[in-house]
């Protein structure tokens, strides 16, 4: 069964950093795309980042490109989110995201996401 | 960036109901393109693929049309389970960027 498990820093001052990672079982992490989606409080979903099998290709949403930086370790099975330069509007629900098999690229498995609070 | 604009941003429909949810793509995404439904306090789940690809275990009661810039989801019959916030997603150009999100209520 695959299972995506985010853990992290919760509570960070504007301007300051949190590094979240995404511990990831049941399935062959190294063969999968993975991303990172979040959703601030009460709001949509917001899709943040994507990073290749290999760690090579990386691309970024419009309002974290510059201040957040995705990577990988397919030795530990681990996905991972710098966050820097951190604004109030960065609060909300992060959540990595698994790519799918045969589902055109979308992701179809979840962590249970991880509540990120940017407040002074 | 490519902008998803979702109608309507809610609706309250009764049980059985038949419900159509639309998204417009700013530019061409082809077929690029996916739903998600999100119940509170849940990750989403993956419906639609492709535009109209049904993914597995989802009933039939769901479907998708579209291609290009105009885009439906479709419920047929909504159950109870139905009640929740779905979401459009495009994929044909990074940054991926989802719809605004449509909340369907019970009447």
């Known amino acids: 069964e695959v299972q995506l498990v985010e853990s992290g820093g919760l509570v960070a001052q504007p301007g300051g950093s949190l590094r979240l990672s995404c511990a990831a079982s049941g399935f062959s992490f190294i063969d999968y795309t993975m991303y990172w989606v979040r959703q601030a409080p009460g709001k949509g979903l917001e899709w943040v980042s994507v990073i290749t099998w290999d760690g090579k290709s990386t691309y970024y949403g419009e309002s974290v490109k510059g201040r957040f930086t995705v990577s990988r370790d397919n030795n530990k099975d681990s996905l991972y989110l710098q966050m820097e330069s951190l604004r109030t509007e960065d609060t909300g629900m992060y959540y990595c995201a698994k790519e799918g098999v045969a589902v055109a690229g979308l992701f179809d498995s979840w962590g249970q996401g991880i509540l990120v609070t940017v407040s002074s | 960036a490519i902008q998803m604009t979702q109608s309507p941003s809610s609706l309250s429909a009764s049980l059985g109901d038949r419900v159509t949810i639309t998204c417009r793509a700013s530019?061409?995404?082809?077929?690029?393109l996916g739903w998600y439904q999100q119940t509170p306090g849940r990750a989403p789940k993956l419906l639609i693929y492709?535009?109209?690809s049904l993914h597995g275990g989802v009933p039939s009661t769901f479907s998708g049309s579209g291609s290009g810039t105009d885009f439906t989801l479709t419920i047929d019959s909504l159950q109870p389970e139905d009640f929740a916030t779905y979401y459009c997603?495009?994929?044909?150009?990074?940054?991926?960027?989802f719809g605004q999100g449509t909340k369907v209520e019970i009447k």
């Open positions: 492709s535009a109209s």
């Open positions: 530019q061409d995404i082809k077929n690029d």
């Open positions: 997603l495009q994929t044909s150009k990074y940054p991926w960027t």
